[in-house]
């Protein structure tokens, strides 16, 4: 499953944007807030981070992903 289809199966109502940027760069912004960069930690995240981040996100401000990957699928 893509990370958007994950996403919106949890979260219906939630806005899935992407926008291309530089090559290296990866990084996923809740609401405003920087929750992940492929800068800082090397890889991708963990869908199911990504997942549990949007929803905890409903009831406050999401908390930073530390776990990685080196694969991801976004659409």
């Given at each position: 499953?893509?990370?958007?289809?994950?996403?919106?199966?949890?979260?219906?109502?939630?806005?899935?944007?992407?926008t291309v940027g530089r090559k290296s760069c990866f990084e996923i912004e809740i609401d405003g807030h920087l929750v992940f960069s492929?800068?800082?930690?090397?890889?991708?995240?963990?869908?199911?981070?990504?997942?549990?981040?949007?929803?905890?996100?409903?009831?406050?401000?999401?908390?930073?992903?530390?776990?990685?990957?080196?694969?991801?699928?976004?659409?």
């Amino acid at each position: 499953m893509s990370l958007k289809r994950a996403i919106t199966a949890k979260v219906p109502d939630a806005v899935v944007n992407g926008t291309v940027g530089r090559k290296s760069c990866f990084e996923i912004e809740i609401d405003g807030h920087l929750v992940f960069s492929k800068l800082e930690s090397g890889g991708f995240p963990y869908e199911e981070d990504v997942v549990a981040a949007v929803v905890q996100a409903q009831n406050g401000k999401p908390e930073k992903l530390t776990r990685s990957s080196s694969s991801c699928v976004i659409s």
